[in-house]
């Protein structure tokens, strides 16, 4: 239930809330994307926002991701500050030559004089029966890109905070968000606003293990902490928040407290986020472990359709608890 300083909402209508602000404190500001206007938009963010700022702010596209983000690149190169819609992950790899070989290098290629204050929005993650081609989670794949920022919200003030602070990003910025939280509910307090992007959180103190998790993988890791307190063992969830630049200070911190590291990724487990997490703590904090850093991860496979293959393909709560286990169950 609310108290009087909060508010019961979801992560799609803080996502929305966000956009809401963002078009009203910036004229400059717009979105634009499939189905983002009459429509409201594939997930129902963007809905009502048409009607309540018109067709030169919440524009609709042609299915043309190619050509959308390559219009969303060159309107911000001309001064605007575009919010452009990607409706899926799997979607965003038919705009990869305008995101990683314009949006990226564009600084760096003109010396500097030319920024790119794009942002760009799109769903990520499985867990709602949409198959292969829409579920997906390759947020790791651009945060090998360099001259991006990529954000991964995972708890409703994120949802409702990331997006102004991107937009003063004078350099694109990607936020990831996992459509599986879309329906999610929780209270978020009436005058939440913009959060800092720069740093990762700890979501749950703990001694005993870190369960580093982002996104979708954020409630997870939480429940994981419930069930490994009625063990008796006390785990610390850290939120990394963005993928690129990753918050090193916090993930070595986190494992100098615990001593031993579970990360979660609902990405393919080969060189993905986890394996970079896990190499950064080889590499900056190996004599604090007490055991070799543990990865929970998506199955190699294309995410299947049916339902309990695809829960079964997906780190789940009792996956990551076990995983936590092993290596306390390592201590001496």
Not at 48 to 63: A, K, W, Y
Not at 223 to 245: F, K, M, N, Q
Request: hydrophobic fraction near 45%.
């Amino acid at each position: 239930m609310s108290s009087p300083a909060t508010v019961e909402t979801t992560f799609r209508e803080a996502f929305r809330e966000a956009l809401r602000d963002a078009l009203q404190r910036d004229p400059l500001a717009f979105v634009m994307g499939e189905d983002v206007g009459r429509y409201g938009g594939c997930f129902g963010v963007t809905h009502g926002l048409l009607e309540e700022f018109g067709p030169e702010r919440v524009r609709d596209t042609p299915l043309s991701e190619a050509g959308f983000v390559g219009a969303g690149i060159g309107a911000a190169l001309g001064g605007m500050h575009p919010i452009v819609e990607i409706m899926t992950v799997n979607f965003s790899l038919l705009a990869l030559d305008q995101i990683m070989n314009n949006a990226a290098t564009l600084l760096h290629m003109s010396g500097g004089q030319l920024n790119v204050p794009i942002v760009i929005r799109m769903t990520t993650g499985a867990g709602r029966q949409l198959a292969a081609q829409h579920s997906h989670s390759l947020e790791g794949l651009y945060a090998h890109i360099p001259g991006l920022r990529v954000l991964t919200p995972g708890t409703l003030e994120d949802a409702r905070g990331m997006l102004w602070t991107a937009l003063q990003d004078p350099d694109p910025v990607l936020i990831f968000e996992h459509g599986a939280l879309y329906p999610a509910r929780g209270e978020l307090a009436h005058d939440a606003g913009p959060v800092g992007i720069d740093e990762a959180a700890v979501r749950r103190p703990g001694e005993d293990v870190t369960l580093c998790a982002y996104g979708g993988g954020l409630p997870k890791a939480l429940s994981a902490a419930a069930l490994l307190e009625a063990d008796g063992i006390s785990a610390e969830v850290l939120d990394l928040r963005t993928l690129r630049p990753l918050d090193d200070a916090a993930i070595l911190g986190s494992v100098a407290r615990t001593h031993r590291m579970v990360v979660v990724d609902e990405g393919w487990r080969s060189v993905g986020v986890a394996a970079e997490v896990c190499t950064r703590v080889m590499e900056g904090a190996f004599y604090e472990l007490d055991a070799p850093v543990a990865r929970v991860c998506g199955a190699e496979v294309p995410v299947p359709y049916a339902a309990h293959l695809e829960q079964a393909a997906l780190p789940q709560p009792q996956d990551i608890a076990a995983a936590a286990r092993r290596l306390v169950g390592s201590r001496g």
